[in-house]
């Protein structure tokens, strides 16, 4: 080729692949791509960052539930340090699985798994009336109950409609928004909460966020929340935030404790507990079709979701074996996902390994401990906004016929109004106000199933906003 038909460029890195095009050199960065597909090459060493800052996304989340459920019942403290130890080896074992599926458990996504929030209401009151042990054997028998349910997605998973799986996404992300707020002024309980120095350092790590987000270039912007814990958590140790108490008399290595509590199954457990299994299957669906959405640019196939949903049981029964309570996705990790674009499974796996290791070295689980709640909050904040915006999109994808307009007001009008009006359903059963009164998610997904089986599917409007429909049948949802 002659020098007159070559295109002057700048040498490329080795992180860089050049890409001719008719308008010059392309430089396309191999790293970055790699993070962005869900089986690209990349190094472990290299993958190890953005694993471990899902790691330290979820880690709090993780412990916060096995610490209230083991204060409810009464449990000493040696047993709560046990099932914290439990739980961060289940998490990093579910996340594994949903990353590498085993026969049809797993969905092969980007999940990170960790203990459900969902359960927390209704298994402080069996844990405390009932016993523990009669909350581990509901969570065993539950959490077979919901991996049967998946086995069978494909049949039921077409009342799952765009519109449906939109709002329940949608809904996630509004719910999260007050455990980011509540982390940012310092955590729910915490003594000094709304603290001009929780204040500050929620501050300085969103505001750490952002700049890195907005200055860096390449494969590393994705590293924003990783930057912004990390300069956190080291104004918090200037600050005096950060508590070593507890690496006082830690052990180097101890093995995960099996059946630490004996399981009794009590039915009336077992129906309350089965009842949130429920819910906590629709929030893995939303947090899959939010995931596939905004980071792979389509919806979940049966495969996929089939596995999520199964693996939410089988995890959870596997949860129940170790002592705890049931684990789910983690929204708050979709919501990295979202605002991240990092979806490369091998990456995601070194945040599993992370898991797995804080379950056999209590080391590990003390230095992600001490990390305080507001810096956290600071980082996490804008993750869960994200997840809300990536619900709107997926309304606008779904279409705006007069028919999905209604579906999506009435549902997210009821199912977060009622909600934050929780007395509204002092007239109801206790079991029923346990899994809707304080679980926007579970109303707005039940509010959106019925309108959406129940609304006729031919509805046309005129106005700026709706799509009108060519014919009756284009009216109808398109099942995800």
């Not at 458990?105 to 009151?125: D, E, Q, R, Y």
């Not at 940012?184 to 350092?201: K, R, V, Y």
């Not at 700049?211 to 930057?227: E, N, P, R």
């Not at 995890?315 to 979202?338: D, E, R």
Request: glycine share 12%; hydrophobic share 55%; net charge negative.
């Amino acid at each position: 080729m002659s020098d007159s038909s070559r295109t002057d460029a700048p040498a490329a890195s080795k992180e860089e692949e050049v890409v001719v095009e008719a308008g010059g050199v392309v430089f396309r960065d191999g790293k970055e791509e790699a993070l962005r597909s869900l089986d690209g090459s990349i190094g472990w060493l290299a993958a190890f960052p953005y694993g471990l800052q899902h790691v330290l996304a979820m880690f709090v989340a993780n412990l916060a539930p096995i610490a209230i459920i083991v204060g409810a019942a009464g449990l000493s403290e040696d047993m709560r340090a046990v099932l914290i130890q439990n739980a961060m080896f289940i998490a990093g074992i579910g996340t594994f699985i949903q990353l590498f599926p085993v026969w049809r458990v797993g969905s092969g996504l980007p999940i990170v798994m960790g203990i459900s929030f969902t359960f927390v209401t209704v298994a402080c009151t069996v844990a405390a009336t009932q016993g523990y042990g009669a909350l581990v054997g509901a969570v065993i028998i539950g959490g077979l109950i919901e991996g049967v349910l998946g086995l069978f997605a494909r049949y039921w998973r077409r009342i799952i409609t765009p519109i449906v799986a939109a709002v329940v996404v949608t809904s996630i992300g509004f719910s999260l928004l007050g455990v980011g707020a509540a982390s940012f002024g310092g955590g729910t309980g915490a003594p000094d909460f709304g603290s001009a120095q929780n204040l500050i350092l929620g501050t300085i790590s969103l505001v750490a966020c952002l700049a890195f987000q907005g200055l860096a270039k390449g494969a590393t912007k994705q590293l924003s929340v990783l930057f912004g814990l990390v300069v956190g958590y080291l104004v918090a140790i200037v600050m005096g935030k950060v508590d070593f108490s507890g690496f006082a008399n830690f052990e180097l290595f101890s093995l995960p404790a099996l059946m630490p509590v004996a399981p009794e199954f009590h039915p009336g457990a077992i129906v309350s507990i089965v009842l949130l299994f429920l819910v906590s299957a629709t929030e893995t669906v939303g947090d899959c079709s939010a995931l596939t959405a905004v980071a792979l640019k389509r919806s979940p196939n049966d495969r996929e979701l089939s596995g999520a949903v199964t693996a939410d049981g089988v995890i959870s029964t596997f949860s129940g074996i170790f002592g705890c309570s049931p684990v789910t996705s983690f929204s708050q990790n979709v919501g990295l996902v979202a605002m991240t674009g990092v979806v490369n499974r091998r990456a995601i796996a070194t945040g599993a390994f992370v898991l797995v290791l804080a379950g056999f070295v209590p080391a590990v689980s003390l230095v992600f401990a001490s990390l305080p709640e507001a810096v956290l909050g600071g980082c996490t904040i804008m993750m869960f906004g994200n997840i809300i915006v990536s619900g709107f999109q997926m309304i606008a994808s779904a279409g705006f016929s007069q028919r999905n307009i209604t579906i999506a007001a009435l549902s997210l009008a009821v199912g977060i109004g009622f909600t934050q009006m929780s007395d509204i359903f002092v007239i109801f059963p206790e079991l029923l106000q346990s899994v809707f009164a304080d679980n926007c998610v579970a109303m707005v997904f039940v509010v959106a199933i019925l309108a959406s089986l129940l609304l006729p599917k031919d509805e046309k409007v005129h106005g700026p906003l709706v799509v009108e429909a060519e014919d009756a049948s284009a009216g109808e949802d398109p099942v995800i």
